[in-house]
């Protein structure tokens, strides 16, 4: 992560741009406490997921990566903070670097794209889990801690569908017109910067 980190910190950022990075990497981070009694049901991949779609890859992968050790502050800090970190920039990098293709202008497309990520989220949970216990490692163990998350990525998986079939469209609409009306995290703006 800490290249991520790097050339993000690098960049030539107005305190606004911060400032919008800043809430939307809160309000993914806050999103998850009231649904903390449901396991893997939350709003917080479907900002990360949106942050990406309108402010880039980099964007994504910040507030990504800040929602989850902001969130874990109420939750529980832990050795799986950083594989949380990782696993959420990640989703937030991919759908910023996918935001041009043509289905992922589609309502289908996003929630397609939500759904593989409930999994591959768990996925990158569950080798926290297999890491951290290298010595009970075996073929059993590991195929053990892959079926037993099925139930929770599923639910991960079926709420981002949820909250991106609802929400996205006014979500989208808002943060792309807060991002003209303000010039914010321009990828165009970024090229100028860096050439």
Not at 137 to 153: K, N, P, R
Request: with cysteine; proline share 3%; glycine share 10%.
């Amino acid at each position: 992560m800490l290249p991520f980190f790097a050339r993000f910190e690098i960049k030539s950022i107005s305190g606004r741009e911060v400032v919008i990075l800043a809430m939307l990497a809160a309000i993914a981070a806050v999103g998850r406490v009231p649904f903390a009694g449901i396991p893997s049901v939350q709003p917080t991949s479907f900002v990360i997921i949106i942050a990406g779609l309108v402010f880039g890859a980099e964007s994504g992968f910040i507030v990504g990566a800040v929602a989850a050790i902001v969130s874990n502050f109420f939750l529980g800090q832990g050795p799986w903070t950083p594989w949380q970190m990782y696993a959420w920039g990640m989703m937030g990098m991919s759908a910023g670097l996918l935001r041009n293709t043509w289905w992922m202008k589609k309502v289908w497309g996003k929630c397609i794209f939500g759904f593989i990520w409930g999994y591959l989220f768990g996925w990158f949970m569950n080798m926290w889990i297999i890491v951290s216990n290298l010595e009970s490692l075996s073929w059993e163990f590991f195929v053990g801690i892959y079926i037993s998350s099925v139930g929770h990525d599923l639910a991960h998986s079926l709420s981002n569908v949820f909250f991106l079939l609802v929400f996205s469209a006014s979500w989208l609409r808002i943060l792309e017109r807060f991002k003209r009306k303000y010039g914010l995290l321009g990828e165009d703006r970024f090229r100028a910067v860096d050439g």
